[in-house]
């Protein structure tokens, strides 16, 4: 074991909001007898970005907020403060450094053009002599360990996964130590409100399915529940394609999505559910799913800005509309098709879509309706509890025929609601007297 440095060591976080297998948080404990923590809620994620959506709306801004609540809850258990502005991270972060005298500020590796733009800034505020460490801390197959160069990633699904599957092993989840009680700060900063953010209070909609709060404790509360309460893992392929209630899916989505639980943990726990109860299709589907998550990140990783193009990662040349009307349309749930309606006055009162209804309604914005793909995922970006940069824009690149669709598929929305939706029971419960 390596000694530690008497300098105290500065934890940054972003999208990995907890305390449970966190290479960034383990990495600072091992090397810094203090460590101290700090995030900054960028006052521009509450403003409108280049499609007039307001970046964060209100409902993962609260998911944020609990989330941030329960971060400072746990890392206290540990001796940890976190503080927590509403600023800049280059206005706040060389302050703390200088204050504090910190020389190593870790934090999670990111990629996507904004995430680096704010590191940079930072960088750019702080003296020659103190660094950044950046750690990736968000895959479930580390990019060390996949054997494969960034550039030659597969552009097809299954021939990432067979490799990954075949030839690379998941590291175990890291064991956060505690340090010291003289490592807590006198300082303290609140959590902020919504008010503060710009946004007023709500209350939720008694028909979401997602009812959950934000942080690692509601997290890994679901997780137990979801998998050793109630088994519900063990019938999660046949639920999965579910519209209606809690638990047609496991929800993890964004509690991933902000960090604040790890794949690695829901690994590692599926595993421990097919040792003592069963092991079978199911168990494997939402590993599964979880390489879907990999893989959009690995894609985000080789393309880099072209996830964000018209063309997208295959450059296609496209005619593409951007009329407003038919955009308000398909947002406010007035399109010709009931079934995306349903879904968009789901996403537009809860924050939440389910995976089946999220790829119909892309489908039929790009597709049917032909508009800019990028306005979809603008808008999904505003309004997703579950926001994840690589998924949301890999995801509306694959549906929009210039992502990784070899086949590049069109949903029959009709053939999909009478599939999934056939008792009009989703339909009722989101269009009421509407149509019904």
């Not at 409108?48 to 890392?75: A, G, P």
Request: proline share 3%; net charge neutral; glycine share 4%.
């Amino acid at each position: 074991m390596q000694k530690k440095q008497e300098t105290t060591g500065l934890v940054w976080f972003g999208n990995d909001l907890r305390t449970h297998d966190n290479e960034v948080l383990f990495t600072a404990i091992e090397k810094h007898k203090k460590v101290i923590a700090v995030y900054c809620i960028d006052p521009k994620l509450f403003q409108n970005n280049s499609f007039n959506f307001k970046k964060t709306e209100v409902f993962r801004t609260q998911f944020l907020l609990e989330t941030l609540q329960d971060l400072q809850n746990q890392l206290l258990k540990i001796n940890i403060t976190l503080l927590v502005y509403i600023d800049k991270p280059e206005n706040r972060i060389q302050g703390i450094c200088e204050f504090y005298k910190i020389d190593t500020i870790y934090k999670q590796k990111e990629w996507t053009s904004e995430e680096v733009n704010i590191t940079e800034s930072v960088k750019d505020s702080l003296p020659s002599n103190i660094k950044i460490e950046e750690i990736y801390n968000q895959f479930l197959y580390h990019p060390d360990d996949i054997n494969i160069e960034i550039q030659n990633i597969p552009q097809v699904f299954s021939n990432l996964r067979k490799k990954l599957e075949k030839y690379v092993a998941i590291r175990p989840e890291v064991q956060i130590q505690k340090l010291e009680e003289d490592n807590l700060l006198k300082e303290k900063t609140p959590i902020p409100s919504l008010k503060d953010l710009g946004h007023q209070a709500f209350h939720q909609n008694s028909k979401t399915a997602f009812p959950f709060k934000g942080g690692e404790t509601e997290a890994l509360n679901r997780l137990n529940d979801y998998f050793f309460e109630t088994k519900k893992l063990g019938f999660y392929k046949k639920t999965r394609n579910g519209l209606v209630g809690v638990d047609y899916s496991s929800k993890f989505s964004p509690w991933l999505a902000n960090g604040s639980l790890s794949a690695r943990t829901i690994y590692w726990n599926i595993k421990k559910f097919e040792q003592v109860e069963y092991k079978n299709q199911s168990t494997y589907w939402l590993i599964f799913e979880l390489i879907w998550r990999d893989y959009f990140k690995y894609i985000s990783l080789k393309h880099g800005n072209d996830i964000f193009k018209l063309g997208g990662i295959l450059h296609k040349d496209y005619e593409w509309s951007s009329h407003q009307k038919t955009i308000q349309q398909w947002i406010d749930g007035e399109t010709q098709d009931d079934f995306v309606n349903a879904n968009m006055i789901e996403l537009k009162e809860t924050g939440w879509m389910s995976n089946r209804g999220r790829q119909n309604v892309a489908s039929y914005f790009a597709k049917e309706l032909k508009l800019d793909w990028r306005i979809g995922a603008a808008y999904f970006e505003a309004m997703l509890l579950d926001y994840d940069v690589h998924s949301n824009y890999g995801n509306w690149m694959y549906v929009s025929g210039v992502g990784n669709d070899p086949r590049d598929r069109k949903f029959n929305t009709q053939v999909q609601a009478e599939r999934y939706d056939s008792n009009h029971s989703f339909r009722k419960l989101w269009l009421q007297q509407t149509l019904f």
